[in-house]
Nanobody, 119 residues
Framework: QVQLVESGGGLVQPGGSLILSCAVSGSILSIDRMNWFRQAPEKQREWEREWVATATSGGTTAVADSVKGRFTISRDDAKNTAYLHMSSLKPEDTAVYYC?????????WGQGTQVTVSS
């Protein structure tokens, strides 16, 4: 059973920073891609989740244009953990942030962590 647990969310003022973590546990051989998605409050369906960032096992990273220059993704393969470093946060970054991995031919999702950007 593969489990993903996100943490690090919370309430932050505009311009603030947060670091989200995604810890992966269970029976996996390797993790190809580690991704972050987010779902804004007005988006109710899973398919409306917005892709935010990806880190591959080969060391390639990418972030969405909407967060470029403010968010970065990293991963620690020794800990099977992905991180999303968020800075200069804006109210429109408010969302539930989800981690997704592609491993051994399957996709796995975490349960999400809430990030609220408000003064």
């Amino acid at each position: 059973q593969v489990q993903l647990v996100e943490s690090g969310g919370g309430l932050v003022q505009p311009g603030g920073s947060l670091i989200l973590s995604c810890a992966v546990s269970g029976s996996i051989l390797s993790i190809d891609r580690m991704n972050w998605f987010r779902q804004a409050p007005e988006k109710q369906r899973e398919w409306e989740r917005e892709w935010v960032a990806t880190a591959t096992s080969g060391g390639t990273t990418a972030v969405a244009d909407s967060v470029k220059g403010r968010f970065t993704i990293s991963r620690d393969d020794a800990k099977n953990t992905a991180y999303l470093h968020m800075s200069s946060l804006k109210p429109e970054d408010t969302a539930v942030y989800y981690c997704r991995i592609f491993s051994d031919g399957n996709y796995y999702w975490g349960q999400g962590t809430q990030v609220t950007v408000s003064s």
